[in-house]
């Protein structure tokens, strides 16, 4: 649970456009009358130091349905190429089988 609270101090902090330090963490926790221990604080400020949060988000927002809508298109396209591919592949093996005289069952 800390980890969410950290997290939703993290956006508090940004969208103020205050720096992301481990005091202004702890700082905003507190004011929301939450206990959070002090080394959640430090690895969240650590991994966002110089990272604009803002600017992380909205990357997400702008190239998730973007990059999901046209890689799914051309992936059904791709599965439907590779899955004739593996028909013919699977009828080859079992025509040369059968030519040897092996069978599954001999």
Do not use: C, Q, R
């Not at 963490?25 to 507190?30: A, E, F, I, M, Y």
């Not at 009358?33 to 969240?44: F, L, N």
């Not at 988000?57 to 046209?70: I, K, R, T």
């Amino acid at each position: 649970m800390s980890d969410a609270i950290i997290s939703y101090a993290a956006f508090i902090l940004a969208d103020a456009g205050l720096e992301i330090s481990a005091d202004n963490l702890l700082s905003v926790t507190k004011a929301a009358g939450a206990s959070v221990d002090k080394i959640w604080a430090d690895v969240y400020a650590n991994a966002l130091e110089g990272k604009d949060l803002k600017e992380i988000l909205s990357g997400f927002h702008a190239a998730g349905p973007a990059a999901g809508a046209s890689s799914g298109s051309a992936a059904s396209g791709a599965a439907a190429g590779e899955a004739a591919a593996e028909e013919a592949a699977e009828e080859e093996e079992e025509e040369s089988d059968a030519d040897m005289g092996f069978g599954l069952f001999d």
